[in-house]
Each structure stands twice: as structure tokens, then as C-alpha cells.
């Protein structure tokens, strides 16, 4: 199998550039992500789904809440990536300078994007290596953005000082994935059943 090309193949399966937050105990963060999908055509079950590796702290923030907001982002937002894609929010409060306020569901809503979705997570799947959450829309937003921002149109105009961080981060998590990717697991939301009100 050319592994080479069939990750170049999968990389044009585009979605947007996301900002994903979410808070627990007091807590607030957010992770950037490029896989954020349309998951309903119906237009009153605003439905989305984000595929989020397990090593990321959103991810444990989302997966112990049922709650995230999905942000998409605007061709200007390379400072946001860098600061929420970069590092982990582990030890440090990464939304400190970023303008926001909390949401319905009290998960942070960054003032500044494209569009965002505050949802409650009323699936998931295992992947191995990641948590896919399927999220339905609790509220929604327009921001000011103008032109959205795609995985393709980020990769092109990146900073060149962050292109070797970035490569170097994504190298890492391709070898962490590696790892766990076909140890599969049932997982039942608890969730699941009741409509999202
Ligand atoms: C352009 C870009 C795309 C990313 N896409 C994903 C993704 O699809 N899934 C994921 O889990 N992490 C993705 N990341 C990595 C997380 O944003 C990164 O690990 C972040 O530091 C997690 O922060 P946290 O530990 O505070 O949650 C991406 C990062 C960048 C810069």
C-alpha cells in the first residue's frame, strides 16, 4: 500500500480550520483541529461531528462534560492557531488574552471567527487513537469573519517560524496514533437517548 498517497488523498477530504473549546471545574481551553463534519442535512437538527486525539486535554474536558463549542475560523486567525494548536493547555490558561465569553452550555465562545456551534455531544466512537463526539447544536453563531479558513489555504500561507513546530507536532501525534489506532473499543454514551433540548 503507498501509504504516502493515500494520506495525500485523505488531506483533500477538507473541512474547515477549527477552534474547538470547552470547560470543566472552573477550567476553560481550546485545541485547533481540521476535521469538523457536517453530520445532519436536516436543517433543525444542527448536527456536527470532531474527530479529537485522547493525548489532548480537550479532549478529556469534552469526553467528561458532553459539552463543546466548535468555532470556525477566518483567513486572519493564524495567531489563534498557533496559540491553541501549538501547546497544550495543560498547565497554562490558553483563552487568558483571547476575547470570549461563556455559552449557553458554558463553554467558552471565542468573539472572534467565522461561525461557531455550541453543542452537546449525544454519540461517540472509539477510533484508538481519538474520540469521534457527535455533537448537536445547542446555539449558534455568526462572527465577523469573512472568508473561511481551510486546512489547504492555512498549510500555503502558515508563518514560516511555525511551519517546523507545526511539522514537528504533527510528526509526533502521527507516530502517537500510530500506536493506539487499531485498538478499538466499544464506548456507550450515557447520553445518548434523550433529545438535545
Ligand atoms: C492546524 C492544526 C490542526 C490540528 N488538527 C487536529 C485534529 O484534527 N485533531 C486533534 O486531536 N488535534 C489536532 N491538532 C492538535 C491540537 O490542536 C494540539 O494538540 C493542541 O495543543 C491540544 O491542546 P490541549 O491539550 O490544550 O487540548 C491540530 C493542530 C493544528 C495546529
Known sequence: M??????????SFTTPVVAITAARGGKRNGMISDV????????????????????????DMIFETGRFALHA???????LIERLGFESGRD????????HRPGALGCPILEDCWAWFECRVINVMDTGSSTC????????????????????????N???????????????????AAERSREL??????????PAA
Not at 473499543?185 to 434523550?194: F, I, L, N, S, Y
Open 73 to 79: 475560523l477566518h483567513r486572519g486567525q493564524f495567531d
Open 185 to 194: 473499543r466499544a464506548v456507550t454514551w450515557p447520553g445518548v437517548g434523550p
Open 2 to 11: 503507498d501509504a504516502t498517497l493515500s494520506y495525500e488523498l485523505l488531506r
Open 133 to 156: 463526539f457527535l455533537g448537536e447544536a445547542a446555539d449558534f453563531g455568526r462572527g465577523p469573519g469573512k472568508e473561511i479558513m481551510t486546512p489547504g489555504y492555512m498549510r500555503a
Open 36 to 59: 469538523a463534519i457536517r453530520a445532519s442535512i436536516v436543517p433543525d437538527v444542527p448536527r456536527l461531528m470532531i474527530l479529537v486525539h485522547k493525548f489532548n486535554y480537550t479532549h
Open 92 to 99: 497554562r490558561d490558553k483563552l487568558a488574552e483571547v476575547p
Open 158 to 176: 502558515l508563518p514560516p517560524e511555525w511551519r517546523e513546530p507545526y511539522l514537528t507536532k504533527l510528526a509526533a501525534a502521527q507516530a502517537w
